[in-house]
């Protein structure tokens, strides 16, 4: 099985429809991490979070919001989606302990806003 | 501030062909990690190598190596005999003191047979 799972794979919705996207990781890492990648733009960082009480904010927040229920578990929630929400969004981990933050990624989730 | 500039958007060589793809990074910290990741045509994205800065010995694993110079800041990522399956997107990054990791804006590489 998969270390890094994200639910769901696809998903095609309306504008101003909410829209959660969800990410469970089985490796035992503090650090669980939201992205998205846009075409020529890379991967930009949306939020991150080092623990079940620390999340923050990353470069590009405004439009998202995130829950982090358990260690194991960080969900990303569009309030009210937009077309140019339209990207491909990955989850991401990491482990401080050995003080070198390599992610390991999810399979990611294709999201497209109508 | 940091940043990760990959400027070669697209290359294109023919199998059996040595490709470089370069990676070109800034910040003002003695204490960085530098990575490279390879996003297939699948989409998922795969860990390939991690560097400190405080090792700059270069690295080979099998096809793939890796030239790190912190004199130029570059971390430049060389594939030997290239094939068809190293088709992919790939990812240089650079994290600083374990917060934020950085990517850069990604090279496709197409390896025709």
């Known amino acids: 099985d998969a270390d890094v799972t994200q639910t769901p794979r696809n998903r095609i919705t309306k504008t101003g429809k909410r829209i959660m996207l969800e990410c469970s990781q089985t490796k035992g890492h503090d650090r669980m991490y939201w992205y998205r990648q846009d075409p020529g733009l890379g991967l930009r960082l949306i939020y991150y979070s080092f623990d079940v009480k620390d999340i923050n904010k990353g470069e590009i927040s405004d439009g998202y919001s995130v829950s982090r229920q358990a260690q194991a578990k960080f969900s990303l929630s569009l309030e009210s989606a937009i077309p140019n929400q339209t990207a491909l969004y990955f989850c991401?981990?990491?482990?401080?302990?050995?003080?070198?933050?390599?992610?390991?990624f999810g399979p990611g989730t294709r999201l497209t806003v109508l | 501030a940091q940043k990760v500039t990959q400027a070669q958007t697209e290359i294109s060589v023919v199998e059996k062909e040595d490709v470089t793809l370069d990676c070109v990074y800034e910040?003002?910290?003695?204490?960085?990690?530098l990575f490279w990741y390879k996003q297939p045509p699948s989409g998922e994205l795969v860990f390939l190598i991690r560097?400190?800065?405080?090792?700059?010995q270069n690295e080979i694993s099998g096809r793939y190596s890796w030239n790190f110079q912190k004199s130029t800041s570059s971390f430049n990522f060389t594939i030997t005999a290239s094939q068809v399956v190293d088709s992919a997107v790939y990812f240089c990054?650079?994290?600083?003191?374990?917060?934020?990791?950085?990517f850069g804006a990604g090279t496709r590489l197409f390896v025709k047979a």
């Open positions: 991401a981990t990491s482990d401080w302990t050995a003080y070198t933050d390599t992610q390991y």
């Open positions: 560097r400190n800065s405080f090792d700059e």
């Open positions: 910040t003002r910290d003695t204490t960085y990690y």
């Open positions: 990054a650079l994290n600083v003191g374990g917060f934020k990791t950085i």
